[in-house]
């Protein structure tokens, strides 16, 4: 069950990845639609939300039905570990100065340029070819991010609701934003908020792949550790100072490189 440091935890975890998957996925709905026409775009999303709705229902119910607790806790645990250090590894390379930084403006125009550059292809009711499929590809492959995070998160925090409501708040602020300024969010700190996302995920995959280890037990049952859910700090706490020296480092050395070799005499 969902405890109250794990409760936190799971709703600030989903509503950050969240809303940098909503983000990006809101860029690509608006490139097309100011280039493509809205009513392509629009359907595009509309039938992404569909198809992620029926990826939820089956994902969701596999992963509940078919699984004991101690080895949902070890797989989806070992997933949101390698997910997380995904985005951890990037998210370092990035505060390093080794990978460029995400910008929502330029992944805009770029976006804009491809969308004016391709040949205007119409379906059936007028709806634009390109315009759609963008706009579907978009939202469903960031979709799914979310999905897999709200359903992991939430299976093995047993509270999905809890999980879905983060998510939603999200979608919510992020759409609201975008309409009302009506341009891409690049004011969003949103690689600041992929450090954070990236902490948070590889924390409560670590959590939750070690208890799921209890299922090589005689028992089968999910092991403890020691405090319970205040342990999830402790494992932030590592997680995070790993980060920073790892940072550090990769800055050292990118500035040693970087300086211009000395010429002998």
Not at 90 to 98: C, E, H, M, N
Not at 151 to 164: E, H, K, P, Y
Not at 213 to 232: I, N, Q, T
């Amino acid at each position: 069950m969902t405890g109250g440091a794990s409760g936190v935890g799971l709703v600030v975890s989903t509503f950050l990845a969240s809303a940098v998957e909503f983000v990006e996925a809101f860029t690509i709905v608006l490139a097309m639609g100011l280039t493509r026409g809205w009513r392509s775009a629009l359907w595009g999303v509309a039938a992404a939300v569909v198809a992620l709705a029926a990826a939820t229902a089956v994902f969701g119910y596999a992963l509940a039905r078919w699984l004991p607790e101690s080895a949902l806790q070890l797989g989806i645990g070992t997933l949101l570990l390698i997910f997380g250090l995904q985005w951890l590894r990037k998210a370092i390379l990035r505060a390093a100065g080794l990978k460029a930084l995400h910008d929502e403006e330029a992944t805009f125009r770029e976006e804009q340029e491809a969308a004016r550059a391709a040949a205007g292809t119409r379906y059936l009711g007028g709806i634009d070819g390109f315009g759609f499929a963008v706009s579907f590809k978009g939202v469903f492959l960031e979709g799914l991010e979310v999905v897999f995070i709200v359903i992991t998160f939430g299976l093995n925090a047993g509270s999905v609701g809890l999980a879905a409501a983060g998510a939603i708040a999200a979608a919510v602020l992020v759409v609201v934003a975008g309409v009302l300024v009506h341009r891409p969010l690049a004011q969003v700190p949103e690689n600041a908020i992929k450090f954070a996302v990236g902490l948070l995920l590889t924390t409560f995959g670590t959590f939750w792949a070690t208890e799921g280890l209890g299922v090589f037990a005689a028992d089968a049952k999910p092991l403890e550790w020691p405090g319970g859910d205040v342990a999830l700090l402790v494992v932030l706490a590592a997680w995070t100072a790993f980060a920073a020296i790892a940072v550090r480092l990769l800055r050292r050395t990118a500035a040693l490189r970087a300086r211009p070799a000395e010429v002998a005499p």
